[in-house]
């Protein structure tokens, strides 16, 4: 077979192009320890319960207009299940799970991420609109994953 030599010159580019992305990735992954950038926070899933603030979910202030959130996911509920967030608040939302993989996400907003055992996931949102907003599992957690809900009130 006959392959010309502009196709030759592609290929090897190609493939010298994916070596050097998975070299890349794996020095990062391997030699560099790199991790996903919002689970910079590691806590043992057994000892949520007692790990503060974990052992107090909900909505703490930090400043004036400046709120910090922690929520626990664990098969199939969020706790806290209801929130109350004053409107124009910044809300960073402080998540972890006791089980699964669960999803963390309130449409309409932006605030979306993957919860994993282990890990602190860290999201941020300025709520500017009054109303009641929907909080829900988006990863698939389970047999009962379409129950996994909860709501934000922003008032
Ligand atoms: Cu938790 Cu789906």
Redesign the pocket.
């Known amino acids: 077979m006959h392959v010309h030599k502009a196709e030759k010159i592609w290929i090897a580019f190609g493939v010298a192009m994916l070596a050097v992305f998975l070299a890349t990735i794996t020095t990062a992954a391997v030699v560099e320890g790199f991790v996903p950038p919002s689970h910079i926070q590691s806590i043992d899933p057994a000892k949520v319960a007692q790990t503060p603030p974990f052992d107090k979910p909900g909505l703490h202030k930090v400043a004036d207009g400046v709120y910090e959130a922690y929520y626990v ?1 664990h ?2 509920a969020f706790e806290p299940q209801h929130l109350t967030i004053p409107v124009g608040a910044k809300v960073t939302f402080f998540v972890t799970s006791t089980d ?4 963390f996400s309130i449409p309409e907003t932006g605030v979306n991420t993957m ?1 994993e055992p282990g890990w602190v996931s860290t999201v941020s949102h300025v709520f500017a609109k009054r109303g009641t907003y929907l909080l829900v ?6 047999i009962a ?2 129950t ?1 809900a909860g709501s934000v009130d922003v008032k």
């Open positions: 996911g098969i199939f699964v993989v669960h999803g919860v599992c988006n990863e698939y957690c389970g994953h379409q996994m």
